[in-house]
């Protein structure tokens, strides 16, 4: 008897563990697959010679950017709507705006930042904008938004 509930348990610890990896799987594959879309979309439309990341930014709309080189060898960042009719495909110089460092490093100098979440480059406004997630030292929430052009704040939601 000892034996059956042992492996009773087991077997729906296992079950549980094998589910719930398929679930997160599963909830991931729509945004591989439109990064995936994108990038062969910059490729194609010559915007990127070489793609080296893409990622998903979701703001007023949402987009994939993705960042690679042009033909020139200059580091860009092309921003592709997934959502919204009317948008255009979005592009910047990686060179003409603040980086990704120097914009965690005002972040760092402004608040008491524990830990960064994530840092995502992306479109709100006609303006690339720079998305930092980060968790205070009081373990709250905070969202920032600094122009990629200029580092200025532009938008701030914080303590949640």
Do not use: C
């Amino acid at each position: 008897m000892k034996r059956w509930i042992i492996f009773i348990t087991v077997f729906i610890l296992s079950l549980s563990l094998v589910i719930s990896l398929f679930v997160i799987w599963k909830a991931g594959q729509p945004f591989s697959k439109e990064q995936d879309k994108a990038e062969q979309l910059v490729l194609s439309e010559k915007k990127l010679k070489v793609v080296t990341d893409s990622e998903v930014y979701s703001g007023s709309n949402t987009y994939v950017t993705v960042s690679g080189n042009d033909v020139k060898g200059n580091g860009k960042a092309v921003f592709i709507p997934i959502t919204g009719k009317d948008l255009d495909i979005e592009e910047v110089l990686l060179k003409e705006g603040i980086s990704k460092k120097q914009a965690i490093e005002a972040v760092q100098t402004e608040f008491k930042v524990k830990e960064i979440l994530h840092t995502k480059l992306g479109w709100e406004q006609d303006n690339a904008v720079w998305e930092i997630t980060f968790l205070n030292k009081n373990d709250k929430l905070n969202y920032v938004y600094l122009l990629f052009e200029n580092g200025k704040w532009w938008k701030r939601i914080l303590n949640m």
